[in-house]
Nanobody, 122 residues
Framework: QVQLVEFGGGLVQAGGSLRLSCTAS????????MGWFRQAPGKEREFVARISMSGGTTKYADSVKGRFTISRDNAKKMVDLQMNSLKPEDTAVYYCAADLGLLLSTTRPGYWGQGTQVTVSS
């Protein structure tokens, strides 16, 4: 099994940027499709972005398309989420996620990190 740990959450003003990182251990990182979900207070956890095992294929939720960019470095066992032009509605706990397979499930990935808080002020 893979263990996931997120870094980079924090406070930012609307229009600002943050970069989240997720490191993986206890597994073969290159065997996992990776991605990010988020959960705002009172809302269900939602898909944000995913990247294939090789990094060649990405997918984004419509709400973040054009603003967020997901990337991975299999040698460093790391997946990043660059978040630009942040909006108050982006405020949520962001979770790194992993799946054994070609692509990460956009509904029920197999593995989760502990989450990191992102707060965007008006």
């Amino acid at each position: 099994q893979v263990q996931l740990v997120e870094f980079g959450g924090g406070l930012v003003q609307a229009g600002g940027s943050l970069r989240l990182s997720c490191t993986a251990s206890r597994g073969t990182f290159s065997s996992y499709a990776m991605g990010w979900f988020r959960q705002a207070p009172g809302k269900e956890r939602e898909f944000v972005a995913r990247i294939s095992m090789s990094g060649g294929t990405t997918k984004y939720a419509d709400s973040v398309k054009g603003r967020f960019t997901i990337s991975r470095d299999n040698a460093k066992k790391m997946v990043d989420l660059q978040m630009n032009s942040l909006k108050p509605e982006d405020t949520a706990v962001y979770y790194c996620a992993a799946d054994l397979g070609l692509l990460l499930s956009t509904t029920r990935p197999g593995y989760w990190g502990q989450g990191t808080q992102v707060t965007v002020s008006s």
